[in-house]
């Protein structure tokens, strides 16, 4: 299937003009936002609870649209892309939310695989695929649970494999690792590390001091409805 779209390399992958966002006519949660995030490019999104980290992110995966100005993904206009392309658009972002968004109904690795079955994969690489990477994040005894019988950690874990299952365009992950252990945080900052080093756009949403001290990355701070990106020296 031909990529929606622009590909070209200097062109940023997201990019915000003038963007500000409100709940019902509310005050602006998110005030006059312009930036852009190009291809591999590791961003951490910080910011007090409440901030705007998840509204911000809803923003770019088209789960609402801006009170004001433009929200461009892949060179486009989101404003002007039909419903059908939305659909394709959200094939090229990987998303991680915060309350997992699993379907009940499905196994584990149904749930890893849907991304693939979405997007034509045939049956065989779609388990194949998604059993590696279930093994990989440590659920390889899990492939048929169903999500209710999971821990926290690991539904968090099956979300953040669905949404790497196909090495996405643009990664989104709203604060990943608030479930799971040090090590496995630890570990899942390198499976995004090493998505972000093979071109993909990642943004993680976090408050966790210990990677944002460890890890220096860019960031993208949200105060008072302000966002500062902040570019590592
Ligand atoms: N669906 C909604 N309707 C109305 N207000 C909302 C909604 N979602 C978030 N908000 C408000 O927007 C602000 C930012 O929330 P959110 O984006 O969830 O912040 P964060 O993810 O940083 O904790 C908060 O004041 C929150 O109450
Ligand atoms: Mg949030």
Wanted: charged share 20%.
């Amino acid at each position: 299937m031909p990529k929606v779209g622009t590909n070209s390399a200097e062109e940023p992958v997201i990019s915000l003009e003038g963007v500000s966002l409100s709940y019902n006519g509310g005050a602006n949660v998110l005030k006059n936002v312009s930036l852009s995030l190009y291809k591999k490019s590791f961003h951490f999104l910080t910011g007090v609870s409440g901030a705007g980290k998840t509204s911000f992110l809803r923003l770019l995966y088209m789960g609402l649209k801006p009170s004001s100005g433009t929200v461009k993904l892949f060179g486009q206009d989101v404003s002007t892309i039909s419903r059908e392309e939305v659909y394709k658009f959200r094939q090229r972002i990987g998303i991680v939310f915060q309350d997992f968004n699993l379907l009940s109904h499905l196994t584990v690795l149904q749930n890893v695989a849907l991304p693939l079955k979405v997007a034509g994969e045939s049956a065989l690489k779609r388990e194949h695929q998604a059993k590696e990477i279930l093994d990989w994040v440590g659920l390889g005894n899990c492939f048929n649970a169903l999500p209710d019988t999971l821990s926290g950690g690991q539904k968090q874990r099956v979300a953040i494999a669905r949404a790497v299952i196909t090495r996405p365009d643009i990664l989104l992950a709203d604060e990943p690792t608030g479930n799971v252990d040090d090590k496995i945080a630890d570990k899942l900052m390198k499976l995004f590390y090493g998505m972000h080093n093979m071109g993909t756009c990642v943004i993680v949403a976090t408050h966790y001091r210990q990677f944002i001290d460890t890890f220096h990355y860019d960031r993208i701070s949200i105060d008072r409805g302000h966002v500062i990106k902040k570019d590592r020296k």
